[in-house]
């Protein structure tokens, strides 16, 4: 089991930046994937970002290539979300998740067996 718990949200301007952290606890912390997902009022949860267990590859949806950046530090069993440029679109509540080994998926919601309680993200005009 891992526990995921995330920080660092709260309200921005348009523009503005946040760096979201995700602690987690558990055991091997490091053999797992992760990634980042956000959920808008009335909307689908969607795949935000995605970093491999040594923090060597990267993914991202287009919405966020070039002003998001995923990041782990696995010293510290934490998973972060650099966020610039924010955008009132980027409004939602983040999640940070952690891969399981049943498959691969890395912006499918269902390879993920962990999930923090989620940081709500907003963004004003």
């Known amino acids: 089991q891992v526990q995921l718990v995330e920080s660092g949200g709260g309200l921005v301007q348009a523009g503005g930046s946040l760096r979201l952290s995700c602690a987690a606890s558990g055991r091997t912390f490091s053999s797992y994937a992760m990634g980042w997902f956000r959920q808008a009022p009335g909307k689908e949860r969607e795949f935000v970002a995605a970093?491999?267990?040594?923090?060597?590859?990267?993914y991202y949806a287009d919405f966020v290539k070039g002003r998001f950046t995923i990041s782990r530090d696995n010293t510290k069993n934490t998973v972060y979300l650099r966020m610039h440029s924010l955008k009132p679109e980027d409004t939602a509540v983040y999640y940070c998740?952690?891969?399981?080994?049943?498959?691969?998926?890395?912006?499918?919601?269902?390879?993920?067996?962990?999930w923090g309680q989620g940081t709500q993200v907003t963004v004003s005009s």
């Open positions: 998740a952690a891969h399981g080994d049943r498959g691969f998926g890395y912006a499918s919601m269902k390879w993920y067996d962990y």
């Open positions: 970093i491999n267990w040594s923090g060597g590859t990267t």
